[in-house]
């Protein structure tokens, strides 16, 4: 082909190409610009810490168990000055009073009247306080052998006063007055080992939900002591104890592991988040990390060893 001709024919062709150009664009619309999505935030939401390191009202030494109340305020015991405190959820002081069985507190509850439970795991009682600290009466449960044998004990709504009883395996049921009622017996896991029940929480629901560290499960009980179901750990958490366990209004709460993972669950049993909380717990001693949630879904994570209290809110809809 003669070179001068090849050069009118490719001059043509880009001369069509140009003037197609605009109709082509303006059939297939403006060109879609693509962004990265930004990463999700988490659900469970860090709201601040609080605490004073010292040995005054107000203050933290050594604080053992914590609970919440209706009204969102936090009670803590401290071992080492005997002071049983109470603060608002921001962490501003409202109440404290000494007393001697705070100085071997396993463990704190209250129920929906307010009034106080301190629970001596090792020494074997739990006493009982008014709301504004003046003693109620105490009574007798099996002593357990670990100083920090169990972190978390109930009261029902019906006023059932639920405790574990890790040594052996099961879970004991009180009446209000403190005479013992029955036992629940929780079943071994699949290889044989015996329960260690260390924590349990009641719910709205008038179910007991009961973590064993034994095997990383969690069980739900009727408050008269009817297994309902037994949830077995996450794959990816069967070697990660169990190390306390809380309710709100719409979810079941677990703390799991040495380096602590919050978990939230649906009361059929499905585990809807794990979050490392923000990795502020990985350096703290295990015994030394107790937690209480509110029934708005506030929880309160009590680092002892630190003499604070770090405060979440989860914002998930129950499914």
Same mark, same amino acid.
Do not use: H
């Given at each position: 082909m003669n070179v001068r001709v090849a050069s009118a024919a490719r001059s043509r062709w880009l001369e069509l190409a140009c003037a197609l150009l605009p109709l082509v664009v303006a059939a297939c619309g403006p060109a879609q610009q693509v962004t990265a999505s930004p990463p999700q935030a988490s659900p469970l939401e860090f709201v601040g810490e609080w605490g004073m390191k010292g040995e005054g009202p107000g203050e933290l030494a050594d604080p053992a168990g914590i609970a919440v109340d209706l009204n969102n305020r936090v009670y803590l015991a401290d071992r080492r000055t005997g002071l049983l405190q109470k603060f608002e959820s921001s962490g501003v002081p409202s109440l404290a009073y000494s007393d001697a069985s705070v100085r071997s507190t396993s463990a704190l509850t209250v129920d929906s009247g307010d009034a106080i439970y301190v629970a001596d795991a090792r020494g074997g009682r739990v006493w009982i306080h008014f709301p504004e600290g003046d003693p109620l009466r105490n009574f007798r449960v099996i002593p357990q052998r670990a100083a920090?044998?169990?972190?978390?004990?109930?009261?029902?709504?019906?006023?059932?006063?639920?405790?574990?009883?890790?040594?052996?395996?099961?879970?004991?049921a009180f009446a209000a007055a403190g005479r013992l009622e029955s036992t629940?017996?929780?079943?071994?896991?699949?290889?044989?080992?015996? =329960?260690? +029940?260390? #924590? !349990?929480?009641a719910g709205l629901d008038e179910f007991v939900y009961i973590a064993d560290s034994a095997s990383g499960r969690i069980a739900k009980f009727t408050n008269r002591g009817a297994q309902v179901a037994l949830w077995d750990a996450p794959a990816d958490a069967v070697s990660a104890p169990l190390r306390g366990i809380g309710v709100s209004r719409s979810h079941l709460f677990a703390l799991r592991g040495v380096e602590p993972q919050l978990e939230v669950w649906t009361f059929d049993g499905v585990r809807v988040l794990t979050d490392t909380l923000g990795g502020r717990l990985n350096? =703290?001693? +295990?015994? #030394? !990390?107790?937690?209480?949630?509110?029934?708005?879904?506030?929880?309160?994570?009590l680092d002892a060893g630190r003499q604070r209290v770090l405060r979440f809110r989860l914002n998930l809809q129950p499914r």
């Open positions: 920090d044998a169990f972190s978390g004990f109930c009261v029902t709504a019906d006023g059932r006063i639920i405790v574990p009883d890790p040594d052996g395996g099961r879970i004991q629940w017996k929780l079943p071994p896991s699949p290889a044989g080992k015996s =329960a260690r +029940p260390v #924590a !349990v929480a350096a =703290a001693p +295990p015994a #030394a !990390v107790y937690f209480a949630v509110s029934r708005d879904e506030q929880i309160f994570v």
